[in-house]
Nanobody, 121 residues
Framework: QVQLVESGGGLVQAGGSLRLSCAAS????????VGWFRQAPGKERECVAA????????YYADSVKGRFTISRDSAKNTVYLQMNSLKPEDTAVYYC??????????????WGQGTQVTVSS
């Protein structure tokens, strides 16, 4: 069993930065691939960044490439999403996810509760 708890969301002006953290519990967390998804009102949940078990082969959605960086600290059982040059269209609830495959794009077993990110223009 893995539990995921996000933090770091908030209100920021366009052009600003935020760093989201996802603290995981469970001895098997290091065996899971992880990622960050977001869902804006009226839109489907989408994966914005993903990384494999060993913290390599990152994936980024086209909309965030060059602005967001995903990383994981296995010693701390924590996953990060550094978000720079934020835009109003980045406003959404951001979810941390973990899955048993090489990438969460293939499936997610665990979700965090979500953290709100609001970017003002």
């Amino acid at each position: 069993q893995v539990q995921l708890v996000e933090s770091g969301g908030g209100l920021v002006q366009a052009g600003g930065s935020l760093r989201l953290s996802c603290a995981a519990s469970g001895r098997t967390f290091s065996t899971y691939s992880v990622g960050w998804f977001r869902q804006a009102p009226g839109k489907e949940r989408e994966c914005v960044a993903a990384i494999n078990r060993i913290g390599s082969s990152p994936y980024y959605a086209d909309s965030v490439k060059g602005r967001f960086t995903i990383s994981r600290d296995s010693a701390k059982n924590t996953v990060y999403l550094q978000m720079n040059s934020l835009k109003p269209e980045d406003t959404a609830v951001y979810y941390c996810a973990a899955g048993p495959y090489r990438t969460v794009l293939l499936g997610v077993n665990y979700w965090g509760q979500g953290t709100q990110v609001t970017v003002s223009s």
